[in-house]
């Protein structure tokens, strides 16, 4: 490959990118000394800032026995009690057989499908999930079949149309998706799901863990569904403010998990000191409904100010189509201090740019006004 080539291609198309050095305070980041409010952060509930929780958690350890790394695998001797506690916490709080912690969503995405599947398996994905979900499907040996997005009847053809030649069906979605910011039906998917007994449902909720359902279990937790799901992932890097990933999961599952995901086996664990702050915030996590209550309202507020807009959820796009447009919208934006991605193709389909606005409950509502009679300004709303 020659490299330059390949940089000056990226260039070309627009799609080159580079690292951005910010500082941050509370909702804002500060660049080059210029203060933005902060629309691009997956700190949902804004605990990523909150000094007094760090001075909690710091304050209730035991310093000579939390661990700053695992020095292993978990299968080798990094599987510290601080696990032990965490995914004991899970399993109670889903009401599931058994949960399981990984480093990263990353690596539960890319370890779960190859671990579970074999060339007798059929992976149904939509089409808009995550790029760490497709490395997943990339690396089994399952054949895959991706359904337009959400649309529940063209799945419903595909399942019936394979049922027969497969030993085993896994259908994958996320339950919000961050580009649009809309939600899959999960009581929907649970009903095509269980019209077959080797029919399986993955649901990736790492931007609706911490900041949806009663208590931030996820849509999951919200639609009443989370038993008939098979594989429900959720991370701790999003609303929780932490590091790392879980699925909640049969018993049988998690052994097979143990034995054959190469993400789980082949790396050292997280170290336990990250897992007790997991494990800290998870306990605090039902106490957070005023901050989702905000969120909501924030976000409704702003969808309803959008002339295109997509969605229901706390991930707000507004949509722009041109790829010039949206980028002189971005930078008209930063311009007045609002820290905001222009999304562009390939990551959303061609002719639909747009700006994502990604709430977080630390966002005051003047700033949100701010926001609003900005954008009236600088866009015919
Ligand atoms: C962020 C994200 C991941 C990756 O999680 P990390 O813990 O950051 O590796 C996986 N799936 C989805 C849908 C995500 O948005």
Known sequence: MNVQEKLSEL?????????????????????????????????YLGIASKIDLRNEFLSSLDIPSSGFSASASR???????????????????????????FNSGYHANT??????????????????VHASIIDGIRLSSAKSIRYRHNDYQQLERLVHDHASCYEQIIIVTESIFSMDGDEADLPRLCQIKKRY???????????????????????????????????????????????????????????????????????TALPPINVSWSLFILEKLPHFSAQRKYVKTISQRLRRQLPRTAGSSHIVPMLIGGNDD?????????????????????????????????????IPENEIERLIQTLAKIQPL
């Open 111 to 128: 370890g779960i499908l190859p671990a579970m599947t074999d060339n007798k398996s059929l992976i149904l994905a939509d089409k808009l």
């Open 326 to 362: 949206c980028v002189r919208i971005s930078q008209e934006l930063a311009g007045y201090g609002f820290f905001a991605s222009a999304i562009r193709p390939p990551t959303v389909p061609a002719g639909t740019a747009r700006i994502r606005f990604s709430l977080s409950a630390n």
């Open 197 to 267: 007994p080797h029919v399986m449902l993955y649901v990736d909720e790492a931007h609706a863990f911490g900041i949806r359902g009663a208590s931030g279990l996820g849509c999951a937790e919200e639609n009443g569904c989370i038993a008939d799901i098979d594989f429900l992932v959720g991370t701790f890097g999003k609303a929780l403010a932490s590091v790392g990933a879980f699925v909640v999961c049969s018993n049988l599952i998690r052994e097979c998990l143990i034995n054959r995901m190469r993400t789980f086996i082949f790396t």
């Open 75 to 101: 299968l080798q001797t990094g599987s510290y009690p601080e696990y032990k506690l965490l995914e004991e916490k899970l399993r109670l709080l889903y009401h599931t057989e058994s949960a399981i912690v």
């Open 11 to 43: 260039h070309q198309e627009g799609n080159y990118r580079s690292l951005t050095h910010l500082q941050h305070e509370g909702c804002y980041v500060f660049k080059e000394g210029k203060k933005y409010l902060n629309l691009s952060s997956n700190d």
